[in-house]
């Protein structure tokens, strides 16, 4: 036989032997992960898909349908594929072990309906001798939905999509929050919702996380409820909430449990353009539960906290309250609100301090500082202000409608101090204002109560009892009502140092 026609018959034979081979090689890979899905241990999942592919060469597979759910029906998933790349077989021949090159979930949609803790269940730990790497995760266009039937709770997030690299189980490290081990990550989604309590819900446009970084757009947390539905709603006082923030931006922020204990730590905390409506219906029965002081309130965390720094920009706070059934409440109001907080902890260390400077009703250039140490039992603080500038006839609708009263004049200048702990409190005040007069309004607003009127005035008008530079000075001290905000027992103190400032003896005492 000629050479030619022996090296043709030759190479014929080896081409039909590498076809024969890669279709018992195809064969034998789509046998291995058929068995492979329909084993014991993966159909504990309930794993069900309408086309399998596979492509041994490039190690692939890829399922189009697919639908899932956890052993406890507590999760649910469907998919519209699920595609495996590059499955390394050296690393699977040599070391038993599985590596892919990328985990690709196309439109999932998972749905979550929690369940009771067992606490007869003890932790166990993964014993397994096989590692599984993914060396890219990525899902696309996926949605979450959780139903909490027994605490009518909701949540969910749609348009998600997640890349995660370098994602290792069982895990190597000793964060037992999570199951796997992981490199960088990026996520993104857009409507998210949460009922955070039975009376109010979180909403936001859009998020974006990444291990260093964090933004939510278009943040809102309201009250599900109108004013009057709610207070409907309501055996005691509960405030109504609508507060919008344009953008919540994070850097530098870790989760995690460190010695079986959760923490959140974070660099900056950014709440850009907050606007926050509180509206307190003062006709209902009062809550006469205990109130923490913030000291109290961070202290008891069930977390360790620490952000460095929180920044507000932009911001406006409204307050009405309503304290009479036929009287419409008006607002107190601040506005161009910048703050910034330092040092926001639990259980760290130094005080926490807090920078606010804002407009009183629009016009009065407002400042406040406030510190306090979260690890002082007693639950101290310290609160310094000034107020300058302030047209007072623009608060009157608010003093209208809460305490029967209008005021005119020029507040110039005001500065205040005030020392506190959980009982009690004491402080001083100064003030400096021009033309200062009290209208005591009657009892239907309608008209003016004259003979209290001159009371107030003969006091407040009298210019006798200011120091060198035009202060009139006042000391004041302040029982705590701790069934009361911090807030309120704040005002407290304002109040009896401005009585105390414009009715007492008017000088600073030696």
């Given at each position: ?42 159909q ?110 909701s ?59 964090g ?22 006082e ?6 919008g ?120 250039p ?49 500065y ?53 530079d ?10 705590r ?19 105390d ?10």
């Amino acid at each position: 036989m000629p050479q030619s026609k022996r090296a043709r018959y030759l190479g014929i034979g080896i081409l039909l032997l590498i076809i024969s081979a890669s279709v018992a090689a195809q064969w034998f890979f789509d046998q291995k992960v058929t068995s492979l899905l329909n084993s014991k241990g993966v159909q504990a999942y309930q794993l069900r898909y309408d086309e399998l592919n596979t492509n041994v060469f490039l190690g692939n597979i890829r399922l189009r349908q697919v639908a899932a759910g956890s052993p406890d029906q507590h999760i649910a998933v469907q998919a519209e594929s699920v595609t495996l790349s590059g499955l390394h077989y050296w690393t699977l021949l040599q070391k038993e072990n599985i590596t892919l090159s990328e985990l690709h979930i196309s439109s999932p949609s998972v749905t979550y309906q929690p369940k009771e803790k067992d606490t007869s269940s003890t932790s166990q730990n993964n014993t397994s001798a096989q590692t599984i790497t993914i060396e890219q995760l990525t899902i696309e266009k996926g949605s979450f939905v959780m139903k909490d039937t027994s605490a009518q709770r909701s949540a969910s997030l749609e348009d998600i999509n997640i890349a995660v690299n370098d994602l290792i189980y069982p895990k190597k490290s000793n964060n037992p929050s999570l199951p796997v081990d992981y490199g960088s990550y990026e996520l993104t989604g857009s409507d998210g919702f949460y009922d955070l309590s039975p009376l109010e819900t979180i909403t936001f446009e859009r998020i974006q996380l990444n291990p260093t970084e964090g933004k939510l757009q278009q943040f809102t947390l309201r009250t599900k409820y109108g004013k009057k539905a709610l207070s409907q709603q309501l055996a005691k006082e509960h405030d109504h909430y609508n507060l919008g923030i344009k953008n919540i931006v994070l850097t530098n922020w870790d989760v995690g449990t460190s010695k079986d204990l959760p923490y959140f730590h974070l660099g900056t905390l950014q709440l850009e353009q907050p606007v926050f409506d509180v509206y307190r219906d003062k006709l209902l029965p009062d809550d006469t539960s205990h109130k923490k002081l913030y000291n109290q309130a961070l202290r008891d965390l069930p977390l360790a906290l620490q952000v460095d720094s929180v920044r507000i920009s932009d911001g406006t706070i409204t307050y009405e309250e309503r304290v009479k059934r036929d009287i419409e409440p008006e607002s107190l109001l601040f506005t161009q609100l910048d703050a910034t907080v330092q040092n926001l902890h639990s259980w760290g260390e130094g005080e926490v301090t807090a920078h606010i400077n804002a407009k009183l009703m629009d016009n009065g250039p407002f400042r406040l500082d406030w510190s306090f140490d979260p690890r002082n039992k007693a639950n101290t603080f310290l609160v310094k202000g000034e107020l300058s500038q302030f047209q007072s006839a623009s608060i009157n609708p608010f003093l209208k409608s809460n305490l029967s009263a209008e005021v005119q004049g020029t507040v110039q200048q005001l500065y205040f101090t005030i020392s506190g702990n959980e009982l009690e409190s004491k402080g001083d005040m100064k003030m400096k204002y021009d033309n200062f007069e009290f209208t005591v309004l009657k009892k239907n607003r309608l008209g003016v109560n004259k003979v209290l009127t001159a009371v107030v005035n003969l006091f407040t008008k009298d210019g006798n009892k200011t120091d060198e530079d035009g202060f009139r000075h006042g000391d004041f001290e302040v029982e705590r009502k701790q069934d009361k905000s911090f807030f309120n027992y704040l005002w407290l103190n304002l109040q009896e140092g401005l009585v105390d400032t414009m009715t007492g003896r008017g000088k600073k005492r030696d």
